[in-house]
């Protein structure tokens, strides 16, 4: 059985993980006024030490959110990475740990209230994707993925979700494991909870930041890595129609971490294996999350 949390932090306190509490009545529930990240913590096979991956990038990016949000007088970046360092330990975990961080307006009010911003962070379980090995069966989402003008898909705000939470649950309606997500424009976005990649011709391709996706930690992780080890990658529109004819097509995330895709809307990619290059970047990614290459020590925050 995976271990269990025990502790979290709620506005700088360490309480009991039962004691977290947010009124009904608070922005947080009635407008949906927050924003999160998920991060992970590695367990090195050798050691059992602890490390947080890309923690300063996903904090600048919930306080990119925060100002977008307009929330006032935020937790310090300094007071979250304090707080998730002290969590992981309290929580005696015996496996990899998934962080969530939420900011959220912690009080009742009217659409225009920006504050008392509270803090939350939870540390749990999490399992790999089914697909990390295998490869994934998705299918493109009838629903149109949300824009900048309505919706912004660059902040990580759990109201991003909802729209998310259609195209999964259309996806596992329709057989699929998930489904990709088309903008406006008619162009491949991402899916409901994790970037994309495509392979054509040795090159690996990921629709821009214009594409409506989220500015994800991992897409960059893999955009320098992929690029270090001497691939060529593009950011660029992509068409529907690409993703049929690539050689091989993977989702990327914080939670998914790097998982090949199989099959789009049926059809396989490729042969319908996961790919050489997808497995050469996952298997790289396994390395630097956990700390078993010396590279990039600048990315892992010891616990
Ligand atoms: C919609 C969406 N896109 C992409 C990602 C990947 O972002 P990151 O690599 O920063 O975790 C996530 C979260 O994992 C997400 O929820």
């Not at 496996?95 to 009010?109: A, T």
């Not at 729209?163 to 999964?168: E, L, P, S, W, Y």
């Amino acid at each position: 059985m995976a271990w269990q949390a025990k502790f979290m932090v709620q506005n700088g306190r360490v309480i009991p993980w039962e004691e977290g509490r947010i009124h009904p009545h608070a922005l947080a529930v009635t407008y949906a006024a927050t924003v999160f990240e998920g991060i992970r913590a590695y367990r090195h096979p050798e050691t059992g030490a602890y490390a947080v991956f890309r923690l300063k990038e996903h904090l600048d990016r919930i306080m990119q959110g925060v100002k977008i949000m307009r929330f006032e007088n935020p937790p310090s970046l300094e007071q979250m990475h304090a707080d998730i360092l002290r969590l992981i330990p309290l929580n005696e975990p015996d496996d990899d740990v998934y962080i969530r961080l939420q900011v959220l307006v912690d009080g009742p009010g009217t659409q225009a209230t920006r504050g008392p911003t509270g803090w939350t962070v939870v540390a749990i379980p999490r399992e790999r994707s089914p697909g990390f090995g295998s490869g994934l069966a998705v299918g493109i989402s009838s629903w149109t993925r949300i824009t900048d003008n309505s919706m912004p898909p660059r902040v990580k705000a759990v109201a991003n979700y909802h729209a998310g939470r259609f195209v999964t649950m259309q996806a596992k309606a329709d057989g699929y494991d998930t489904a990709l997500i088309m903008n406006n424009q008619g162009k491949v976005s991402e899916g409901p909870g994790a970037c994309l990649f495509i392979v054509r011709d040795g090159r690996l391709i990921t629709p821009n930041r214009g594409s409506d996706i989220l500015e994800s930690v991992t897409r960059t992780t893999v955009i320098q890595v992929a690029r270090e080890m001497g691939y060529a990658v593009e950011e660029a529109q992509v068409d529907r129609t690409e993703l049929y004819v690539a050689d091989e097509v993977f989702l990327c995330g914080t939670g998914q971490e790097l998982v090949p895709v199989a099959s789009v809307d049926r059809l396989p990619v490729g042969d319908g294996k996961p790919g050489p290059i997808t497995m050469a970047l996952q298997a790289r990614y396994e390395a630097l999350v956990r700390g078993t290459t010396a590279d990039h020590p600048e990315w892992r925050t010891a616990v």
